[in-house]
């Protein structure tokens, strides 16, 4: 049976070469694009979650009831190449479920590129869309 010998050293005994920078900071690691800002302005949700909120985020603040919450919203659905407003795709099947008389307009910029995205919960597949941006958009559901 071979036996292994492990030598160590501390760091101040090692060359300084042997010593390495951390990696620079990549494109994708860097925060949101500064002068990102969103307004939203819902309807017809209920007493309490109605009316019109600006929302900034990387630092998160703002005029809306839950800035840390929305902010986590738009950042868990922004994907490389994928609209993060995106409507429902044309030619969707969608349940015929009506949802309230709820409605939503988002507008300004988010990473860099405009945003004009209006919600409603028509259908199920508006609902499930209006679902994804909770609590940016408010939680009505029953």
């Given at each position: ?5 492990v030598?160590?050293?501390p760091?101040?005994?090692?060359p ?36 019109t ?5 990387h ?7 839950d ?9 868990r ?24 008389p709820?409605?939503?307009?988002v507008?300004g ?10 919600y ?11 679902n ?8 009505i559901r029953?």
């Open positions: 049976m071979a036996s292994i010998a030598v160590t050293a760091a101040a005994a090692l300084a070469a042997s010593v390495s920078a951390p990696p620079p900071v990549r494109a994708e690691d860097r925060p949101a694009v500064p002068g990102d800002r969103l307004t939203v302005t819902v309807r017809h949700a209920g007493t309490g979650r109605s009316g909120y600006v929302l900034s985020c630092p998160a603040v703002g005029s809306h009831p800035v840390g919450g929305a902010c986590r919203a738009v950042d659905n922004t994907r490389w190449d994928r609209e993060a407003f995106a409507p429902v795709a044309p030619g969707s099947v969608c349940t015929m479920i009506y949802g309230g709820a409605t939503a307009h507008t910029t988010w990473a860099g590129r405009p945003v004009d995205a209006r409603d919960r028509s259908n199920g597949c508006e609902i499930a869309r209006w994804q941006m909770v609590p940016l958009l408010p939680d029953s």
